[in-house]
């Protein structure tokens, strides 16, 4: 017999059909940990996460670079600036001047953390987006950046006016937690969690358990195999290398 044929104890072969048909075969205890993980994750948002709801409001911001006809340099000028204004908006000045105005309890880091400033492409508006668990202060939040950033840009910017487009809502509904999402995410997670679980313990599985098995890690055939005595359990766990008799 060639000593190279017989794979060493620390080496792993690894068949895809074979991994195939161990998740085929725990197809159920996968779905079935899937559903449980996506249940919990349901259960974690209705009950364990508070809602959060957003306001936004809209501010249309226009410079005019002389005269009082509007140019189309004036439009591109302003298109090209509404990124500064964003900046101007979630600058120190403006964060401290609504905590300031509104007492809140809370530092200007953390009011940016509340805070989404966004610019459509190739138009003049700036949006800004307030999200908090209680959706008054959402919309009073917004109303007052928007107002206080209003002011820091004509001062640095040197505009004349800034538009409001639309004033912040009172949110009716939440926006997050996405439940949606949320569930989604457990299913899949505890499914691939059970799914590495059963492939990890069917590679660590070094048990002989088929004739088969005798051929593709012994490099031996097997004339014939010893079957069970009467009175042994089927299901019992055991080797089967030792009751084939090789020749």
């Not at 670079?65 to 439009?75: A, E, K, P, V």
């Not at 809502?169 to 457990?186: E, F």
Request: proline share 4%; charged share 25%; glycine share 6%.
């Amino acid at each position: 017999m060639d000593e190279k044929q017989i794979k060493s104890p620390d080496e792993i072969e690894i068949n895809l059909w074979d991994i195939i048909g161990v998740l085929w075969k725990n197809a159920a205890l996968i779905v079935l940990c899937g559903a449980l993980f996506a249940m919990a994750s349901l259960a974690i948002t209705k009950f364990f996460m508070t809602p959060e709801y957003q306001s936004i409001t809209k501010m249309y911001v226009l410079s005019k670079q002389s005269g009082d006809t509007l140019t189309q340099g004036d439009m591109q000028t302003s298109t090209y600036l509404t990124k500064d204004y964003a900046e101007l908006i979630k600058s120190r000045t403006v964060t401290e001047a609504v905590i300031a105005e509104l007492g809140l309890d809370m530092s200007s880091s953390a009011l940016l953390g509340k805070v989404n400033v966004s610019t459509p492409a190739d138009t003049r508006v700036v949006n800004i987006s307030v999200t908090d668990e209680d959706p008054r202060k959402a919309a009073e939040i917004a109303n007052a950046m928007r107002d206080a950033s209003s002011e820091h840009i004509q001062k640095v910017m040197d505009i004349e006016a800034v538009n409001v487009v639309e004033d912040a809502n009172v949110p009716s509904h939440p926006s997050g937690p996405n439940t949606t999402k949320n569930v989604a995410i457990g299913g899949v997670l505890g499914a691939f969690l059970i799914m590495l679980i059963v492939i990890i313990k069917h590679l660590m599985n070094d048990a002989i358990k088929t004739s088969d098995d005798v051929e593709r890690y012994l490099g031996l055939s097997v004339l014939g195999v010893i079957p069970l005595r009467e009175g042994e359990k089927r299901g019992k766990k055991k080797r089967i290398f030792p009751r084939n008799r090789v020749r």
